[in-house]
C-alpha cells in the first residue's frame, strides 16, 4: 500500500500526521457525481460496479483523501433480505411493504450474500484494482439497530418512534430480526474482506435514539457479534452517531476504531474510551460552511486536542451535499499539513 | 396551592413523593383534544383563550399530572417578531419567508409582548381562574438558538443545516437575531410571569445539534441571559434536548432546574450537574408503548435512580400523540405511588 497512514492510524501506531478521509466522501458533494446522478437512478449507482467504482474513487483523485469508502447504501441489506427499498424523490428511502408484525419477520430471509449481493463484492473488486493500492478502501453496513430501523419505520424520521414501538412492544420479534441481520451483515462483510477491502466500518446511525440500557439490548449486543466475527480478518471501526453514552463499553471490544460525532469534545471522548483506542471524527459537517481560515483553524486545533496519533481525521457525520468543493478541500489539506507542536 | 409539590421540588426541599408532569400532556394524547383539533386548526387553538385554556387544564382533570403547563407554541415568538409561520399539512412549521441575510435580520422587530402575544397574557390568566390553585401553572419559551433554527431553515429539519450554515457564514447577522430573539423573550416571560404562571421552562429542542464550544456561543449564552433577567421573579427551568455536554455550566446558573433526554443515566445526569440542582426527565416517550408492568417497573426505578428529592418526573421529550391514555395514566400512577425503599 502506498499511503497506509490510514491502515497504520488503526493499529494504533505513531505517525508524522493523522490520516484523513470523510464521511459520505463518495456520492454527495463532487460535481461530477452530481453530474453522473442526473443520468442514473441511485440503486442503478449502487448496482453497476463500473458506476460504483467510478464514484468511489472521484474523492481519492479529486480531493486527496487518505482512503476510499465504497459508494453503496446500508439498505442493500434489507433489499436482499426481502424487505423492498426505493428512494423517493423529496422523502428519501421508503418502503412500501415495512415489518410490523412477527409474522413479517418471520418471512424475512438470510440471503446467500454472493447470489443477491455479488454486484457489491464486483465493486469492490474492480475499485481495488483501479485504485492500484494507493490508498485502502473501506467497506461498510449499517448496525443492525439502524437497519431495523429503516425495516420497521419504512422511511427516515427524526424519533423512528415506530421502530421503537416495534421493539417495545413485541420485543422477541425485534431480536429475531435483529439477529437474522446481523446473520446476514456477518456474511456480507466477510465477502467484502474476501474481495479485498483493507477495513469495515459499522455505522450506528440511529443508536443514540435509544437509552443507554435499551442501546445495549436492541443496539450494541448486535454490533459485538459482528465484531466478534470480523475483528480477526480485517479491521473494524464502529460509528455510533450520538452514542457518547456507551463509548466506555464500545471501548473494551475488539475494534480497531470508534467514531464520534461533534457533540463531544475531544478531551470527553478519550476520558470516556480511557486513551487507547483509536478515534474517528468529528468535525461537525455544517462547519465545512465556515470561511476556508476558520476551517483551517479548527481542523487544526481538533487535531492538537485529539492528539496526532490514534486518531484518524473524519467530520462527525456525513459530509452536506451542498458544500463547496473548495471547503472541503481546505479541511483535508489542513490535515495533511498538520504539524505537531 | 393545593399540590405545591412541583414547587418544593424546584427549591429542593424534601418531599414525600416527586412530582409529575408530561412535556406536551396539553394538546397531543388526549381524545378530548383531538376532537377539539377536528374542529380548530392549530394557530385558532393558541390563540383562542377559552381552547387553550381548555386544553391545559384536560391532563389536569383526566391523568392527575402535579403541574399544568400551558397550551401554546414556541413559534408564537417569531410569528410576534414578523417572521410568519404557518402548519403546513404533512410537514408541520412552515415559513414562506425565512431569514436568510442580514438584511432580512434587520427587518425584524422586537414587539410589544402585550399588544401581539396578548392572547397568551388571557389564557394564562383564564387557566389560573379555572384551576383555582389545584396545581402550579408552567409557561413556556423556546431558547433564542431552537426559534432562530426554525426563523432560518423556515421548516423542522434532522440537521437544521441552513440555520447552521447561516451561523457559521454570517455570524454577526446570527447574533443579532439572537439578540433580537432573546430580548422579545425575556419581555414575554416577565409578562407571563405577571399574568400567573408558576414557573418557566426554556425548551432548547436543538441545542443537541451544535458542538460544545458553539453551544455555549450560539445558545447558551443567550438563554443565560433569560435566566439571569428571570430568575428573581419566577423559577426557571431548562430543557436542552442532546445538551448532555453542557450540563456542567447549565448547573452553574440560576435555573431551579434542568431537564435531560433518556440517553443520559440518572448517575451522569447527577455527577454532570454535580448533585445540587433539580432533575427533570427522562423516561423515554416511545417507552410508554411498553406494556403496563414494564411501565410502572421502568418509571420506578427512574425515581429509585434519581432519587426521590431534587427531581420532577418527566418523560425525555414530548409525549408522542398515538400513546394509549392508559400508558400514560400507568406512568403517572407509577410515579404517584412512588414509595422509598
Known sequence: ???????RALKGETVERPPVWMMRQAGRFLPDFRALKEKYDFFTRCQTPELATEITIM??????????????????????MGIPFEMKPGIGPWSE?????????????????????????????????????RVPLIGFAGSPWTILCYSVQGQGSKTFDQAKRFCFEQPQAAHSLLQKITDTTIAYLKEKANSGANAI???????????????????????????????????VIVFGKGCWFALDKMAKSKASALGVDWTIT???????????????????????FSPIPEIERLATEMVDRFGKDKFIANLGHGILPNVPVENAQAFVNAIKNYKSN
Request: hydrophobic fraction near 45%; charge should be negative.
Open 201 to 235: 466500518q459499522v455505522f450506528d446511525s440511529w443508536g443514540g435514539m435509544l437509552s443507554p440500557e435499551d442501546y445495549q439490548e436492541f443496539s450494541w449486543q448486535y454490533i459485538a457479534q459482528i465484531i466478534n466475527a470480523l475483528h480477526d480478518i480485517i479491521p
Open 59 to 80: 474523492p481519492v483523485n479529486q480531493v486527496g483523501v487518505d482512503a476510499a469508502i465504497l459508494f453503496s447504501d446500508i439498505l442493500v441489506i434489507p433489499q436482499a
Open 266 to 288: 475531544p478531551e470527553m471522548a478519550r476520558a470516556f474510551t480511557g486513551g487507547n483506542i483509536t478515534l474517528q471524527g468529528n468535525f461537525d459537517p455544517s462547519r465545512l
Open 1 to 7: 500500500m502506498k499511503n497506509d497512514l490510514f491502515l
Open 97 to 133: 411493504s415495512p415489518i410490523t408484525s412477527s409474522n413479517d419477520v418471520q418471512k424475512v430471509i438470510v440471503p446467500d450474500v454472493n447470489e443477491s449481493l455479488g454486484y457489491v463484492m464486483e465493486a469492490i473488486k474492480m475499485t481495488k484494482n483501479e485504485l492500484d493500492d
